[in-house]
Antibody, heavy 117, light 109 residues
């Protein structure tokens, strides 16, 4: 069974940093591109970042480019999102999803990031 | 990277059909075959319904169908059922990024 489990969320002050992790199981991670999607409370889905299966290609939403870095460790079946210079508008539930060109066929349950002073 | 435009709401009675539009530009919806649709129930993670404009993953009922014309994609839910009441989002590839739609709340009357 495919499983994606996010962790690393929490409360952080504006300007702070967090590193999210996504543990993958039930499939071979290095066969798939992976993606982070977020959802602010009561709002819609927002694509955040994607990474190719071998990590050689990455993409970012304009709203996070230069502040967030996506990476992966296929040997450890893990996906990461390093978030720096966090702002109030980054407050959201962050999902990791399997896929990269919009075919996000499996999702985790999300990890909540709250940016507040 | 502006969000794709969807109607905020749509509704229908059980057994009826509802169609949700998703309007973008030639840089996203109109330029790629990678348009997908997701269903999200309250408090749950999104679920993939349609990918590559009109393909259904295994396990998704054929009541859900997708199409595209120019810069607008559409999702049709036929034979509405109570469990179809949810939020629906489109998503399109846009070069080195992807973009979701604004979301549509479907109500089953």
């Amino acid at each position: 069974e495919v499983q994606l489990v996010e962790s690393g969320g929490g409360v952080v002050r504006p300007g702070g940093s967090l590193r999210l992790s996504c543990a993958a199981s039930g499939f071979t991670l290095d066969d798939y591109g992976m993606t982070w999607v977020r959802q602010a409370p009561g709002k819609g889905l927002e694509w955040v970042s994607g990474i190719t299966s071998n990590g050689g290609g990455t993409g970012y939403a304009d709203s996070v480019r230069g502040r967030f870095t996506i990476s992966r460790d296929n040997a450890k079946n893990s996906l990461f999102l390093l978030m720096n210079s966090l702002r109030g508008e980054d407050t959201a539930l962050y999902y990791c999803a399997r896929g990269i060109t919009g075919r996000y066929d499996h999702w985790g349950q999300g990890t909540l990031v709250t940016v507040s002073s | 990277q502006s969000a794709l435009t969807q109607p905020p709401s749509a509704s229908g009675s059980p057994g009826q059909s509802v169609t949700i539009s998703c309007t973008g530009t030639s840089s996203d919806v109109g330029g790629y075959k990678y348009v997908s649709w997701y269903q999200q129930h309250p408090g749950k993670a999104p679920k993939l319904l349609i990918y590559e404009v009109s393909k259904r993953p295994s396990g998704v009922p054929d009541r859900f169908s997708g199409s595209k014309s120019g810069n607008t994609a559409s999702l049709t839910v036929s034979g509405l059922q109570a469990e179809d009441e949810a939020d629906y989002y489109c998503c399109s590839h846009a070069g080195r990024s992807n973009v979701f739609g604004t979301g549509t709340k479907v109500t089953v009357l």
